[in-house]
């Protein structure tokens, strides 16, 4: 069974930086493209970033781009989210995710990705 641990979520100020990891308890995870996903209170579930399987290839949703970077670290099965200059509509659980497919490029729907973190809080202040 594959295990998704994020971390590094918490409160911060408008303007302030986080750095979220992902951990992924499989030997292949270097093998698979992964996706950011957040879901802000009351709202559903949407993507905010996403990295090929060698991290050649990444994606920003428009209200990412610019402030958060995806990236991945293949010899230690993590893969981050990088945000910085955050704002108070930043806030939301923010969800690590892998693709069905393995040496594929990214994806921007949810429905191609099967095993998912339990989520971290990321919480910005005004």
């Known amino acids: 069974q594959v295990q998704l641990v994020e971390s590094g979520g918490g409160l911060v100020q408008a303007g302030g930086s986080l750095r979220l990891s992902c951990a992924a308890s499989e030997r292949t995870f270097s093998t698979y493209p992964m996706g950011w996903f957040r879901q802000p209170p009351g709202k559903g579930r949407e993507l905010v970033a996403a990295?090929?399987?060698?991290?050649?290839?990444?994606y920003y949703v428009d209200f990412a781009k610019g402030r958060f970077t995806v990236s991945r670290g293949n010899a230690k099965n993590t893969v981050y989210l990088q945000m910085t200059s955050l704002k108070p509509e930043d806030t939301a659980v923010y969800y690590c995710?892998?693709?069905?497919?393995?040496?594929?490029?990214?994806?921007?729907?949810?429905?191609?990705?099967?095993?998912w973190g339990q989520g971290t809080q990321v919480t910005v202040s005004s």
């Open positions: 995710a892998r693709r069905r497919t393995q040496y594929g490029n990214y994806a921007v729907r949810s429905e191609e990705y099967d095993y």
């Open positions: 990295i090929s399987w060698d991290g050649s290839s990444t």
